[in-house]
Each structure stands twice: as structure tokens, then as C-alpha cells.
């Protein structure tokens, strides 16, 4: 029984942290983004194929906390592209399991993007494949996430984070 409450504790933390991350996306929160991750973390967007055939590039790919708050500075200050945003749908994990400290789990979502001009449609779909650990503050932080998307097709309008 013990070990099922465990289970359900870690489950529920992953899940939470999941719905926290996404709102602060959907919100336009995007320098909070950044903390959800340990410093030395690991963030990749690619594509289903690339990912089962072991392909490490993506089409993002950032190596620390740092290079993600400068993407979001990026997108602050110097990049240039058509007013939008996201809103995520996040299912519960499919897979979560707790060894040695580090936390797996397996996540489905779908983003869609909203902008002025026309109706919101559906951008990507896919899974958080991810490991977290535990921070100093006792909360998971997200150590490695590789956004595996279904399609192999991207829009060029891939600026905010998924």
C-alpha cells in the first residue's frame, strides 16, 4: 500500500508540474518558463522519426537554464514573428517511474495556436519525454525534455516554447 501511495504522490507531482509549465506558456509568462528546468537541463524539439531512429539534433535544442532564458530574450527583444500564441492540452502521463532519484515519465499533448487572423487550429502533437528531479525547494525540475513531435513537418513559426 505504501509503495501505491508513492507511486501516486510522484504521479500527481509530475502531473502538476505538467499543467504549471503549460499555463505559464498559454499565460505569455514566458520568462518563468526557464525555471521549471535545472541549470545544467536539457531541451530538444524533434520529430518522432528522428527521435526512434536516436537522431540527438532537433530542431531546438538548448543544453542549460541559460540558453533557454535566452531564447525567451530572444523572443522578447529580437526576434520578429506574426503575433500569436498557444494553448496546451495536456493529458495525464502515460508512463511515470521513480529510480535513484530521478523521476521518468512519458506525457501526450496537444498545442494549439491562436492568432488574430484566423481560427485557432491545431499546430502539434506529441509527448514530453522527460526525467525530473528534485530541486532544493523540494519541487520537481525538469533535468531532460525531448518534445516528441508527431509530425515530421514544422511550421516556421516554431518560436515560443512547446
Known sequence: ???????????????????RYAQAIDDDRLEEWPEFFTDDCL????SHDN????????IVYCDSKGMLQDRVSGLR?????????????VSLPATVQAEGGVVKARTPFA????????????????????E???????????????????????????AIPL
Open 77 to 89: 527583444e529580437a526576434n520578429i514573428f506574426e503575433s500569436h500564441r498557444y494553448r496546451h492540452i
Open 111 to 130: 498545442v494549439y495556436r491562436i492568432t488574430r487572423r484566423k481560427p485557432s487550429e491545431l499546430f502539434v502533437t506529441g509527448s514530453y519525454e522527460d
Open 1 to 19: 500500500m505504501k509503495q501505491l501511495q508513492a507511486h501516486l504522490e510522484v504521479h500527481l507531482a509530475v502531473s502538476l508540474l505538467q499543467a
Open 132 to 158: 525530473f528531479v528534485q530541486g532544493a525547494d523540494g519541487e520537481l525540475r525538469i533535468a531532460r525534455r525531448v518534445v516528441v513531435c508527431d509530425s515530421s513537418v514544422f511550421d516556421t513559426l516554431l
Open 51 to 58: 527521435h526512434v531512429r536516436g537522431l540527438q539534433a532537433g
Open 43 to 46: 531541451y530538444v524539439v524533434t
